[in-house]
C-alpha cells in the first residue's frame, strides 16, 4: 500500500497542472472472490500511466492516493490491462479525487455498482442519449467545468476548426487535464507545415547511417515524403514517385522519405528495398520507443520526433514540398496530381 500511495503522489508532481493535488480513496468488495491481487493502473491520455496493486483481504480491498483531477482507471483481478473489453474480471471508469466505492462480482466486473464516481456517472447518462457528435457538441457548450466535455471533445469532434472553437470555451482547470493538453497539442499541430510556413528542420541518422539535415538541402526544391511501410496507398504511390523522382532530380530536386516505421526498422528497410526506393533518402520518424511502452505520447517531449511534432502530419500518406529559400509551397494528402502538376510548373516540363 505505501509503494502505492508513493507511486501515485509522483503520478500528480509528474503532471504539470495548476490543479492542486487532491486525495482518493478507491474502497472495493469483490464477491466470488476473498483473496488474490487487484490491480490500478491510472492514465490522463498524455503522461506516463501509472500502474500498481495491492492484496484483496476478505473480498475487499483499498487503494488510496494523490491525483491532480479526474483520470481515468483500468480495474483487474486478474492482471494488469488496458483493453477490458474482453476481460470479465476488468473494468474502466472515471475516478475523480474524492471518495469511490466499487461493488463487483467476479467474472462480472462490467456490471459494477460505483458509488461517488461523478464524472463516470455523467459518463452513463450520456451513453443513455443517441450518442451523435451534435450531442456531444451541446453536451460540451452546456458543461466547460466537466472533465467529461473534454473526453467526448477528442472522442466525438472530427473538425479541428470546430474543436478549437468548442475547446476555448472550456475551463482553465479542464484544459489543463491530459486530455485537454493533448487536444491543444492537436490544435498546435494543425497549423505546422502549411504552405506559407517556414519548414522546420530536422537532423535524423538515414538508412545507410549517415546522418542528414533538412537545412542541407536549402537551394533545392525537397519533397519530405511521410509514409510507412504498413501504409498501402503509400507503397502504391512509389512507382509513379520512381518516375517522378527521375524526371527532376538532376534539375534540383529531392526527396526525403520519413517513415512511422520506429516500432519495426526491419520492415521499414525491407520495404525501401522490395519498392526500390532507396535511390532518395530514408529516415525514420523519431520515435522514443521506451516512452511510448510506459504511456507517454506527448510528441514534445521526443526531441527527435519529425512528423507531428514539427509538420502536424495526422495521416498518412502526406507529402509537403519546400522550395529552396526553406518555405513550404505545397502540402499533399493523397492528391498526386497536384502535386505533379506544381512540379511541372517549377521546372517547366
Not at 8 to 36: H, N, P
Amino acid at each position: 500500500m505505501n509503494r502505492l500511495l508513493l507511486i501515485l503522489s509522483l503520478f500528480a508532481l509528474v503532471f504539470t497542472t495548476k490543479a492542486q493535488e487532491q486525495s482518493f480513496e478507491l474502497s472495493g468488495t469483490i464477491t466470488g472472490k476473498s483473496a488474490g491481487t487487484i490491480y490500478l493502473t491510472l492514465t490522463d491520455f498524455y503522461h506516463e500511466r501509472i500502474s500498481d496493486s495491492t492484496r484483496i483481504v476478505d473480498g475487499k480491498f483499498v487503494l488510496k492516493g494523490k491525483i491532480p483531477h479526474t483520470v481515468m482507471a483500468f480495474l483487474s483481478a486478474d492482471k494488469s490491462v488496458l483493453s477490458v473489453e474482453k476481460e470479465p474480471n476488468a473494468i474502466s471508469f472515471f475516478l475523480d479525487p474524492g471518495n469511490t466505492q466499487a461493488e463487483l462480482v467476479y467474472n462480472d466486473f462490467k456490471n459494477v455498482i460505483l458509488t461517488g464516481a461523478v464524472t463516470n456517472n455523467e459518463l452513463k447518462a450520456f451513453e443513455k442519449s443517441d450518442k451523435t457528435p451534435e450531442t456531444a457538441i451541446d453536451y460540451i457548450s452546456k458543461h466547460p467545468d466537466s472533465f467529461l466535455s473534454v473526453y467526448l471533445l477528442q472522442g466525438k469532434v472530427a473538425s479541428i476548426k470546430q474543436k478549437e472553437a468548442l475547446f476555448s470555451q472550456l475551463s482553465e482547470d479542464v484544459k489543463q487535464s491530459g486530455l485537454g493538453r493533448l487536444i491543444q497539442r492537436s490544435i498546435d499541430e494543425s497549423k505546422l507545415g502549411l504552405p506559407g510556413t517556414k519548414a522546420i528542420d530536422f537532423t535524423a541518422v538515414d538508412i545507410k547511417g549517415e546522418t542528414l539535415s533538412l537545412s542541407g538541402y536549402k537551394g533545392k526544391y525537397v519533397l519530405i515524403d511521410f509514409w510507412a511501410s504498413w501504409c498501402l496507398p503509400c507503397r502504391a504511390s512509389h512507382p509513379h514517385l520512381l518516375e517522378l523522382y527521375a524526371k527532376y532530380k538532376d534539375k534540383g530536386f529531392e526527396i526525403i522519405a520519413v517513415a512511422d516505421d520506429d516500432k519495426n526498422p526491419a520492415v521499414w528497410r525491407n520495404a525501401v528495398e522490395k519498392d526500390k526506393v532507396g535511390v532518395w533518402k530514408h529516415i525514420l520518424r523519431g520515435l522514443d520507443m521506451g516512452r511510448i511502452k510506459k504511456g507517454d505520447t506527448n510528441y514534445t517531449n521526443y526531441p527527435n520526433e519529425i512528423s507531428a511534432s514539427r509538420y502536424g502530419v495526422t495521416s498518412l500518406p502526406t507529402k509537403v514540398l519546400v522550395n529552396p529559400e526553406g518555405m513550404i509551397i505545397g502540402r499533399y494528402t493523397g492528391d498526386v496530381e497536384a502535386f505533379e502538376k506544381q512540379l511541372e510548373e517549377i521546372f517547366g516540363l
